[in-house]
């Protein structure tokens, strides 16, 4: 090689000022590529291994890691106007027993009910319209019942004019009895509009309607005035239709404790959340067809467990939880899976499970970090700091089964200079695992803290909310720490020494990216690299990801003051995250080369090294070492992980 030559391989995973396609550019379907090349969204790995870590940085979505649905909007100023309803709901009690057993059922019947009308995203999709449910994301219930009415008066017959009346108005202006019940469906379940009790038993039946009172599953507002005008009945749950296309496509419907995305409440310390950020979020990134035997650790309503089990008619589901009350929720929400696969156990983290394995766990578990109390069920572990994460981290492995994995969403606290990686390592087992942690975000504790007051519905502001964030962060300052992290963590069970791969992604994903299918490769990826020196990746053939773009950049020759000078080249990954390397004119001279069904990675350098009279000895060193990189982002693919004759994804 001649003197001051090399090939320039550094990884980039943050977008420069000059480009926006950084993680949001959509994926190309990619026609007989082959398992490892069906639109998988990628994300920039750190490893780590028992012999050391290498941080890497790369980029993810902000928006997705926000609370769950529990936060408060803020409170009314002058400006705005009261609520209408006199009084909220009150969640229905569980005592005594037998009472709880009727809630139970009484939900049950009523998920089934809504089941048998077609309650679905795409009912309320069609009832809101892209405007309400913009409403709705931005806190203003006023707005989506707004443009409820609205688009039921499009499709009113012989009306000229939305049906506007008291605060519980009906929404069902139009003549097609189908599209009517829709409306009301999605006026009184779905945005928790208080209605007479007559259009209750429009939906439900007078039978179910009158146990959904008796039981306060719907409670009267207190709305009626004197008799002129009847009673108006709110539910005291949410319920809710969720469907995920990766997973099957199927609809479920999630019932739980009502969030405070409507009105103005303060969430019980039982709360049972239901469709929020966190576990769509997790469902994004885990992997299709996750087999037949899988466990939901901290099922809460059961969005993941009941997601899963709908995408293989043979899944057996386990949901385990510590609050009965969140297994009364599953129970109900398990009404929408009628064929009886889930198995419902309560118990206290993986106690109800000793003994057993699975193919998949999944776990969105109360990764909150605090001191410990237990303020809130569902976010607080009762385990110091982020003792909640580093238990389940520890202990999935045990109960994985050969080549299981789990999927888990978590969070680190981090001292001065401390990152995720010195963090994390320390938690997986010495043996038998395959580790790869994605971290999506990183903030300081004010921040921190401000965020999860306001989820708990306590303006920070106030003296209530003062008080919790100086108690709060006077305690994370005692324990030495400076900032939070949040993230994924994917494990695959196999034999020897574990390793460990960690990596920070915080740039914006594409909306709807879906990054199962780039875990499953990353799987893959990292598999085939484990088992190759030097020397076979010469003697391997390779392709260029068909998703990978080539930028070369230039900039004004401010020496010159005219023309442009050379910046840099890079390689993109178009689909996912968008992976982007930095490589130099011999690398991409070498990419040029690289056919499946061509030379060796070898050839290719000698036949370079041949036309360019440069030594070929340091540059198959270096170009192996480079390939590597690029194939653990999946930028580039050994011949033998693509399968050309397949429409496998």
């Known amino acids: 090689m001649r003197p001051g030559m090399s090939i320039s391989r550094s990884a980039r995973c943050t977008s420069p000022p000059w480009s926006g396609r950084t993680g949001t550019s959509s994926p190309r379907p990619i026609p007989n590529w082959g398992r490892l090349t069906t639109r998988p969204p990628s994300c920039r790995p750190a490893r780590a291994t028992r012999r050391g870590f290498i941080p890497r940085r790369a980029p993810i979505s902000h928006g997705l890691w926000t609370p769950p649905n529990t936060s408060a909007p803020a409170p009314p100023t002058e400006r705005t106007p009261p609520m209408p309803q006199a009084e909220l709901p009150e969640p229905p009690l569980l005592e005594p027993p037998e009472h709880a057993e009727r809630v139970r059922d009484t939900l049950r019947q009523a998920v089934e009910a809504l089941t048998a009308c077609d309650y679905s995203e795409q009912m309320v999709h069609e009832a809101l319209g892209e405007a309400g449910l913009t409403a709705l994301a931005k806190r203003c219930p006023a707005g989506a019942r707004r443009r409820l009415r609205l688009r039921a008066a499009v499709h009113a017959v012989g009306e000229q004019s939305p049906a506007v009346q008291s605060p519980g108005c009906r929404a069902e202006s139009s003549s097609d009895p189908a599209q009517r019940r829709a409306q009301l469906i999605v006026s009184t379940v779905y945005l928790r509009t208080p209605h007479p009790r007559a259009d209750l038993e429009a939906i439900f039946g007078p039978s179910l309607t009158e146990e959904l009172v008796d039981t306060g599953l719907w409670r009267s507002t207190g709305a009626g005035v004197g008799g002129v005008l009847p009673d108006l009945y709110a539910p005291s749950v949410d319920i809710r239709p969720i469907r995920s296309t990766p997973h099957g496509g199927s609809e479920i419907i999630i019932a739980s404790d009502a969030d405070a995305s409507l009105d103005l409440r303060v969430p019980r310390s039982d709360f049972v959340p239901g469709v929020g950020n966190a576990p ?118 045990d109960y994985l089964a050969d080549g299981g994995s789990a999927h888990l969403l978590a969070s680190w606290a981090l001292g001065e200079g401390e990152s995720a990686a010195q963090r994390v390592t320390g938690w997986i087992p010495d043996r038998g695992v395959r580790t790869w942690v994605v971290q999506r975000e990183e903030v300081n504790i004010e921040e921190y803290v401000a965020t999860w007051i306001a989820d708990e519905a306590v303006d920070p502001r106030s003296a209530e909310g003062t008080r919790l964030a100086e108690e709060w962060l006077d305690y994370l300052e005692a324990k030495g720490i400076h900032r939070i992290g949040f993230g994924w963590v994917h494990m695959r069970r196999i034999e020897g020494p574990s390793e460990v791969t960690v990596e920070t992604m915080d740039h914006p994903l594409a909306p709807g990216a879906y990054l199962g299918t780039e875990v499953a490769e990353w799987f893959q990826r990292a598999e085939w690299v484990a088992q190759v020196e030097n020397a076979d990746v010469l003697r391997t053939s390779f392709a260029v990801r068909p998703t990978v773009a080539l930028e070369t950049v230039d900039i004004p020759d401010g020496a010159a003051r005219l023309g442009f000078v050379h910046h840099h080249r890079r390689l993109v990954r178009t ?36 036309a360019r009279d440069i030594s070929a000895e340091q540059v198959r060193e270096q170009a192996a070492t480079a390939i590597v990189e690029l194939v653990r982002h999946g930028l580039v693919l050994p011949a033998e992980l693509i399968a050309e004759d397949t429409e496998e994804v």
Not at 341 to 365: A, K, M, Q, Y
Not at 576 to 604: F, T
Request: with cysteine; glycine share 12%.
């Open 575 to 610: 689909d996912g995250p968008a992976w982007s390397h930095d490589i130099d004119e011999h690398l991409q001279a070498i990419l040029a080369g690289l056919s499946p069904h061509g030379l060796d990675l070898g050839d290719v350098v000698e036949l370079y090294c041949a």
């Open 280 to 397: 769509r979020s997790l469902l994004g990134a885990i992997p299709p067809r996750p087999g037949r035997r899988i466990l939901d650790l901290g099922c809460g309503s059961g969005v993941l467990g009941l997601i899963l089990a709908t995408a293989d008619p043979h899944a057996q589901v386990t949901a385990t939880d510590i609050s009965p009350r969140a297994l009364m929720f599953a129970a109900a929400s398990a009404a929408s899976v009628t064929d009886g696969r889930v198995r419902l156990l309560h118990g206290s983290w993986f106690d109800p499970v000793e003994g057993e394995e699975f193919d998949t766990i999944v776990c969105n578990p109360p990764f909150l970090i605090g001191p410990g109390a237990q303020r809130h069920v569902y976010r607080d572990g009762g385990l110091e700091l982020d003792g909640a994460s580093r238990l389940v981290i520890s202990q999935a492995p």
